[in-house]
């Protein structure tokens, strides 16, 4: 069975409303990818997400480290697949060991490697950009 949420966020802090309450149902071993145009907002999203859980606001794109890892309770990894094209890339990286059952993942551009993204998912889609709103839709297939 699909769980599915749709949304529209006429402002960023509503985007951020949003991911706020993704945060408080996710568990550590939980992975979601965004998905989204350039400038749709899927590091704004992870930053409510990472304020949401550890009251921080430290999350930055990592478009050209890859990987950052926000420390607390449960740790959060956060990767960008903006610049990858093929599944050597991500091995080669190591990112597949972000993946740990005591942390959460979020991956940004996961639609350029979606074989990287466990079983059972969190999908994140963004559609809009600049002033418009946003249409997000959150799914996860067990």
Known sequence: MKTTLQA????VRELELIAANLARELRPGDAVGLSGGLGAGKTT???AVV???H??????????????SYPGEPPIEHLDLYRLDVPADAVELG????FLPESIVLVEWAERLPALLPRGAI???I??????PRSIGISRRP
């Not at 529209?8 to 402002?11: G, L, P, V």
């Not at 990112?95 to 972000?98: F, P």
């Open 95 to 98: 990112l597949e060991e972000a």
């Open 123 to 125: 999908r994140v889609t």
């Open 51 to 53: 304020r949401a859980l």
């Open 45 to 47: 999203f992870v930053r």
């Open 8 to 11: 529209t966020a006429k402002s």
């Open 127 to 132: 559609e809009g950009t600049g002033d418009a």
């Open 55 to 68: 009251g921080s606001e430290a999350a930055t794109s990592p478009t050209f480290t890859f990987r950052h």
